[in-house]
């Protein structure tokens, strides 16, 4: 998992490192448990790996209402930022996975690489907001430190919507406003906190809507993973909003 700025060093680097390890150490565990005792998620073939709060998951299951208990359910637990599934769902193919902005590092080596320039490792060379893709796409599209160096983020939030399938997830994630990391980078020309993305995901004029199934910070990253809604499709109600918004 990418993360900008420069990493912290000496004993404090360690000691936050040796915490990362711990929570996730636990936050594995508590996933455990919630498998072998949910009888919802029972007998489901998918490998678990937690890295600095991120849930991954790997695998097959039988129908999409699998997938979708799988990922909501371990999204509730304490501590989980993000969840990003590699998982097929019945008979579906292999997973359409995009990143965009990669660069030379992609989040899975399997994803199919986006950027403006033609770097090593980069796969298809295009804009962000004009993505040389159909309608629908990709079933998974990550934005992992890309958005806060767009002018225009909106546009880039229209145009990702436009290309990721009903049913898929946009996994983005960018630097907390209230971290050093979020202006360490002169580059980066917007800011982001969770609020931000409650902007996507209510209704607005000009702004395709997105439903949010979990937003976090762990104080120094945001987390969004969205679904795009539909058009005439009713937004996320107000309750659900409250889990991640003021």
């Not at 917007?190 to 931000?196: C, E």
Request: with cysteine.
């Amino acid at each position: 998992m990418c993360r900008s700025g420069a990493a912290p060093t000496g004993y404090g680097a360690g000691m936050q490192a040796t915490r990362a390890r711990l929570r996730d150490r636990t936050l594995a565990a508590d996933v455990a448990d919630l498998r072998a005792h949910d009888p919802r998620l029972a007998g489901l073939d998918v490998a678990v790996r937690v890295d600095g709060g991120v849930v991954h998951l790997e695998g097959a299951v039988p129908a999409e209402a699998d997938r979708a208990s799988l990922r909501d359910l371990i999204g509730r637990l304490r501590g989980v930022h993000a969840v990003w599934d590699r998982v097929r769902a019945g008979d579906a193919g292999p997973l359409r996975v995009l990143d965009v902005g990669s660069g030379g590092t992609k989040q899975y080596a399997g994803n199919v690489g986006v950027d403006r320039a033609a770097l090593p490792g980069v796969d298809v060379v295009g804009d962000l907001l004009a993505l040389p893709l159909a309608d629908g796409a990709c079933d998974r599209v990550f934005a992992v430190h890309v958005l806060e160096h767009l002018t225009d983020v909106v546009a880039a939030m229209n145009e990702l919507h436009r290309v990721v399938a009903p049913g898929g997830v946009l996994h983005a994630m960018s630097p907390d406003r209230a971290h050093v990391n979020a202006y360490a980078d002169p580059t980066h020309v917007r800011f982001f906190d969770v609020q931000t993305f409650k902007h996507f995901c209510t209704p607005r004029a000009g702004v395709r809507s997105w439903w949010p199934h979990l937003v976090s910070t762990d104080g120094a990253s945001i987390f969004a993973d969205l679904s795009p809604l539909a058009p005439g499709e009713g937004p996320a109600p107000p309750e659900h909003l409250a889990r991640f918004f003021d």
